[in-house]
């Protein structure tokens, strides 16, 4: 499975790489435009991981440019079609995200990996 994951924390990114590595095929970025050019360029993924405040901030305003709500807004003007789970701590912005982005899976970062070694 072909997997993007916007995370800026290197201990997430580290989780992530443990749990979902092999046999998935990851892609992680800390940064909103790094993300979209993976989109459009090295796509299509299969599943996409959302954090919505990066750059080592929390409670971000969801306008502010390096947001996973920016690429949220991305993903659904570019019909992008993938799984999409939103992880963020940001209960505002991940609601953002999510009212764009009707279709996808709210949980919190630690219920993703009880999930997964269930799923195991």
């Known amino acids: 499975m072909k997997i993007l994951i916007l995370e800026d924390s290197k201990e997430r990114r580290r989780i992530f790489h443990e749990m979902l590595s092999p046999p998935h095929n990851l892609s992680f970025f800390g940064h909103v435009e790094e993300a979209k050019t993976a989109l459009s360029t090295?796509?299509?993924?299969?599943?996409?991981?959302?954090?919505?405040?990066?750059?080592?901030?929390?409670?971000?305003?969801?306008?502010?440019?390096?947001?996973?709500y920016q690429l949220a807004k991305y993903i659904a003007e570019n019909n992008v079609r993938a799984k999409i789970v939103i992880h963020s701590m940001n209960p505002d912005g991940a609601e953002r995200m999510q009212q764009i982005l009707p279709g996808a899976q709210r949980i919190s970062f630690p219920e993703i990996f009880a999930q997964l070694k269930l799923s195991r």
């Open 42 to 68: 090295d796509g299509p993924f299969d599943l996409i991981f959302l954090d919505h405040d990066l750059d080592n901030r929390v409670f971000v305003d969801s306008e502010e440019e390096n947001t996973g």
